[in-house]
């Protein structure tokens, strides 16, 4: 089979196509021919980095999203059957290889795809989606009437956060800029702030959650954002720099929240999808050999939504 590799950390040229043997399910595992695969944040920064976050060095393939069906199923599978239409986000944060034209994984890392969904938008939804809804829903318990700030609420975590937290009943207030204003108003969110005209630590008080998409001095101006007994979410690791006696001092719970498999997850995303309160916006798709052009892409910051790379004709 076709898949993405890299031999040594470094920029997008590291990532060159390969021919590799097919994988085989094991036991509670299923064979899924990849038919679109995911592109985030997580995958250039490995890259880059050269290593995986349990160490692991290279050669390895990126990848955790992924969308496709069902060859085959390992013993004591139930969930699935050969033929059934699948995605999820396998084995993050260790290696899954979901840029290849096959993945295997345990059945209970994927989900039925959602109805009605083809396997581009379905590649766009699971870890951006997962993340949102482990740091809004399973974190900071959001409800009816809490007002919520998503810090970069166009990206591909963010604008799923955004109808997430409104599909809880929240009022959601998202930072982005003036060009990608009308898409979060699309989306639903009830406040829009740029954050290259004004400080939303000053444009925005008394929030009950924050989610920090972005990292560095975020993290600490939110405390400002924050009422008291507030929680601040990052899906990124809190800097050693980071004022937690400031945080303890405003009664603000700060954590880090690091996206993990999830079936049940997955399932309650796919009801969102189902009943059209979440739609994932995809920015660009890539044939698989073009991986290094999908990574130069995100990383120029400047794209809406998700970047797709399509792996199946």
Request: charged share 25%.
């Amino acid at each position: 089979m076709r898949a993405i590799s890299q031999t040594r950390p470094g920029g997008p040229e590291v990532l060159e196509v390969i021919e590799t043997e097919r994988p085989e399910p094991g036991p509670t595992e299923i064979l899924v021919r990849v038919h679109a695969a995911g592109v985030n944040p997580a995958d250039w920064k490995t890259r880059e980095r050269g290593a995986l976050a349990d160490g692991t060095r290279p050669p390895f393939t990126l990848g955790w999203d992924v969308s496709g069906v069902v060859e085959a199923v390992g013993r004591g599978v139930t969930l699935f059957a050969p033929g059934d239409e699948v995605f999820g986000m396998p084995h993050f944060p260790h290696q899954a290889g979901a840029y290849a034209e096959y993945v295997t994984a345990p059945a209970r890392h994927f989900a039925p795809l959602p109805a009605g969904l083809d396997h581009v938008h379905g590649a766009a939804i699971p870890l951006a989606a997962l993340t949102a809804w482990q740091a809004l829903v399973d974190t900071a318990a959001v409800r009816p009437g809490d007002r919520v700030l998503i810090h970069a609420a166009a990206g591909g975590v963010g604008h799923l956060a955004v109808q997430i937290a409104k599909a809880r009943g929240a009022y959601v207030i998202g930072t982005a800029s003036a060009a990608k204003h009308d898409f979060l108003r699309d989306l639903g969110a009830d406040e829009v702030v740029d954050y290259t005209a004004v400080d939303f630590a000053e444009a925005v008080r008394d929030v009950d959650v924050v989610l920090d998409t972005i990292g560095g001095d975020y993290g600490p101006r939110s405390l400002r954002a924050l009422r008291r007994g507030g929680t601040l979410v990052s899906v990124l690791p809190l800097e050693e720099s980071f004022p937690e006696a400031d945080a303890r001092a405003a009664d603000v719970r700060a954590v880090f929240v690091l996206v993990e498999p999830d079936h049940a997850g997955l399932r309650e995303i796919a009801a969102l999808v189902e009943s059209g309160r979440l739609r994932v916006r995809v920015d660009a798709v890539f044939a698989l050999e073009d991986a290094a052009k999908a990574h130069a892409l995100g990383e120029t910051g400047r794209t809406t939504g998700k970047i797709v790379l399509s792996v199946a004709s």
